[in-house]
C-alpha cells in the first residue's frame, strides 16, 4: 500500500514542479507594470562569473512604471545597463546618478495579444507535464497490478485519486492564465 502512497507523493511533486516552472515563465512575460522580479534572469558579468542582477545590485520600484537598480560596485552601472539594454525584455534603461533607471514602455494592443499567445501556450505546455505525469503513474500502477504488488480496487482507487491531483493542478494551471492574461489586458 505503501508503493501507492510513495507514487502518488511523487506524482503531486512533479506536478507541483510544473506549475512553480509555470509560475516562473509567466512572470517573466513583462505586462505595463513594473515589478522587481523582471529583472531576476538578467545575468551581468562579475569578476568573470555570470551573475543574475538582483545579486549585484539593489533593484526597487521608483514607481509604477519605473525600476531602478542600484548596483553595490560603482563601476558595475555600464555593465547593468548593458545587459538590461541587451536582454529580451526590450527595455530602454538610462543611467542617472549613481543608479539605472529602467521605465516601462507601455503595451500596444497588438502586443498584448502576442503576449496572452505566449502564455497560453506556456499554460498548454503545463497541462501536457502534467497529464503525461498521470500517464506515467497510471503505468506504474498497471504494472503493479500485473505484478500482483496491488489489487484491483487498490489500483482503481489510486487511479481515481491521480486523476483528481490531475484535474486539481490542470485547474491551477488555468486560474495562472486567466490571472496573467487580466494583468496583460489592464491598461
Keep these: 500500500m505503501d508503493a501507492i502512497a510513495d507514487l502518488k507523493k511523487s506524482t503531486e511533486q512533479k506536478m507541483h514542479k510544473s506549475l512553480e516552472a509555470l509560475k516562473t515563465d509567466l512572470g517573466k512575460v513583462r505586462t505595463g507594470r513594473a515589478h522587481t522580479g523582471l529583472l531576476d534572469h538578467v545575468v551581468v558579468d ?13 533593484v526597487s520600484m521608483l514607481d509604477a512604471r519605473t525600476l ?18 541587451e536582454s529580451d525584455l526590450g527595455l530602454n534603461p538610462a543611467s542617472q546618478g549613481d543608479m539605472v533607471r529602467v521605465p516601462m514602455p507601455p503595451l500596444t494592443e497588438e502586443r498584448r495579444r502576442e503576449l496572452i499567445k505566449v502564455i497560453k501556450h506556456e499554460g498548454e505546455n503545463a497541462k501536457v507535464a502534467v497529464r503525461n505525469l498521470r500517464r506515467d503513474a497510471n503505468h506504474l500502477l498497471k504494472e503493479m497490478l500485473k505484478n500482483k504488488t496491488v489489487s484491483e480496487d487498490q489500483e482503481r482507487r489510486a487511479q481515481e485519486e491521480i486523476q483528481k ?11 495562472l492564465l486567466v490571472g496573467k492574461e487580466t494583468e496583460l489586458m489592464a491598461v
Design 165 to 175: 491531483l490531475t484535474d486539481r493542478h490542470i485547474a491551477e494551471v488555468d486560474k
Design 46 to 58: 562579475y569578476y568573470g562569473t555570470p551573475t543574475p542582477i538582483p545579486k549585484v545590485a539593489n
Design 68 to 85: 531602478g537598480v542600484s548596483p553595490w560596485e560603482k563601476k558595475l552601472l555600464a555593465v547593468i545597463e548593458k545587459a538590461i539594454r
